[in-house]
């Protein structure tokens, strides 16, 4: 990591630590050129999606306007947690570098439950819409 990407993770993490948030800095590097950085707005914006790595893959992808990231690289200042590790695998971003992990006292808080609905008649239903939505996605990609 060369020292420009680390002074914009430096700069971003205070930031976060600005605003009372985690001091967690986020690049985005594609082909060597720094797309976008974020850092942690979570308190801030009182938004659960305001972590770094989300809101430099929003930028990033409104820079490219594409979703798709594939090609680019994320330097973090901290090892992602698990939702913004599926945000970053989802956007295709080739590699992550972070600095730190997390310590083994601060585990993730997870109180939520998932819960499969049983009902055939609804399944069936939302399996059609699924089918024909890849149905069409492949006539389009032909």
Known sequence: MDSEIFNILMENANKSLENNDVPVGAVIVKDGKVL????NTREKDQNVLGHAEINTILE??????????????MYVT????????????????????????????????????????????????????????????REKNK
């Open 60 to 73: 990033a992808q409104r820079f490219l306007n594409n979703w798709n990231l594939s090609g680019c690289d």
């Open 36 to 39: 976008a950085f974020g850092y």
């Open 78 to 137: 901290l090892v992602p947690c698990s939702m913004c590790l599926e945000i970053i695998k989802q956007s295709r971003i080739d590699n992550i570098y972070y600095l730190l992990d997390k310590p083994a006292s601060k585990k993730e808080f997870y109180k939520t439950k998932m819960k499969k609905i049983n009902d055939a008649n609804y399944e069936n239903k939302y399996a059609d819409i699924l089918s024909y939505f890849f149905k069409k996605l």
